[in-house]
């Protein structure tokens, strides 16, 4: 990679892992699920009139758009309100990929090989690592929520890898059009119409930043710059940038919030994000019969050229945070 674009794919990262910052300050000005929908709301306006049609077919943006957009999203904003940490949120929602390849091989057939096995047993270790960490420190539901939000960003990979979209910006900004009125209305019946309106009313700067910043910074560009080095760069060269997500997650969060990070959690870091790497960059078993692209989290395109859009009999995949759909 050039020093540019090197330097890019680390920005992308440190934009997602702060990412986690920005939700919790969000977080002291909206209700959860009215953040979210904020989030999508912005996201989608005007950008949905920049991007044109989109390119897949409207069930995989709807599909995607539930389980990424409501599901995960909304698990994780409301896990992270009801006390999971910004940082420790950044490092378990890794354990997507783990979730990733187990989805594809129930779903797809694909069958891991013994070093995503053996990377996934490390990953597990690390979740079990920070389970025993928060237990000790702060509410387990809050950590089960968010563990569910990766769960859901599992399923949403193999859904993308399924749409194969060659435009990975004009996917998301139009799976962001989804999630918008089924959250709104959930906001409305569990957050109540007196909780959201107060938001709205007291909407200072700060909380109008938060929202610019999650909705734009990490949704506009933060895809719209990993697209760019994905059709430039084979993924296993871009894919393991997002393994920074949680460091540059953990160091602002320790920053601007003050949360500690303990031995526990260094340790649970290590493993993993260490199981993560295993499992998303070892090389995939192909089986009879299906696509010979890889299900992980992240990217998976031809190794030996730079990434090219999907044309007659070839399928390119787009994922978020490190190939993957947004850490964030």
Not at 37 to 59: C, E, H, Q, S, Y
Not at 133 to 146: I, K, N, R, S, W
Not at 238 to 248: E, K, Q, Y
Not at 254 to 259: D, V
Request: charged share 10%; glycine share 12%.
């Amino acid at each position: 990679m050039r020093p540019a674009h090197l330097l890019l794919a680390v920005l992308v990262a440190a934009v997602w892992g702060v990412n986690f910052t920005v939700i919790e300050i969000g977080l002291g000005h909206f209700p959860p699920l009215l953040f979210s929908a904020l989030r999508f709301l912005v996201a989608a306006l005007p950008a949905v009139f920049l991007v044109g049609r989109p390119k897949v077919a409207w069930k995989w943006i709807v599909a995607v758009g539930l389980v990424l957009g409501v599901a995960k999203f909304g698990l994780l904003f409301v896990g992270m309100d009801a006390g999971m940490p910004a940082g420790l949120s950044s490092l378990v929602l890794q354990i997507q990929a783990v979730f990733t390849a187990a989805v594809a091989g129930a779903v797809l057939g694909e069958r891991p090989t013994r070093a995503r096995l053996l990377g996934m047993a490390v990953a597990l270790a690390g979740i079990a690592v920070a389970a025993l960490d928060e237990g000790a420190a702060g509410p387990l539901g809050a950590f089960a929520l968010v563990l569910a939000a990766a769960a859901c960003w599992g399923v949403s990979n193999v859904l993308t890898r399924r749409a194969a979209p060659p435009d990975a910006l004009n996917f998301m900004v139009w799976v962001s059009t989804v999630p918008v009125l089924p959250l709104l209305g959930l906001s409305l019946l569990l957050e109540g119409p007196g909780r959201d309106a107060d938001a709205l009313r007291a909407l200072d700067w700060q909380g109008a930043g938060t929202v610019v910043y999650v909705a734009w910074v990490t949704t506009v560009f933060g895809f719209g710059a990993w697209g760019w080095l994905l059709r430039r760069h084979p993924a296993s060269t871009v894919a393991p940038f997002s393994l920074l997500v949680p460091v540059f997650g953990m160091s602002s969060a320790a920053l601007f919030l003050g949360e500690g990070i303990s031995p526990l959690r260094w340790c649970a870091a290590a493993l993993l994000v260490g199981g993560v790497a295993v499992t998303s960059l070892a090389p995939a078993r192909r089986t009879a019969g299906a696509p010979g692209i890889p299900v992980d989290g992240a990217a998976r395109v031809d190794e030996t050229r730079p990434c090219r859009p999907a044309g007659a009999g070839q399928r390119a995949i787009s994922g978020k945070g490190g190939g993957r759909w947004a850490s964030s």
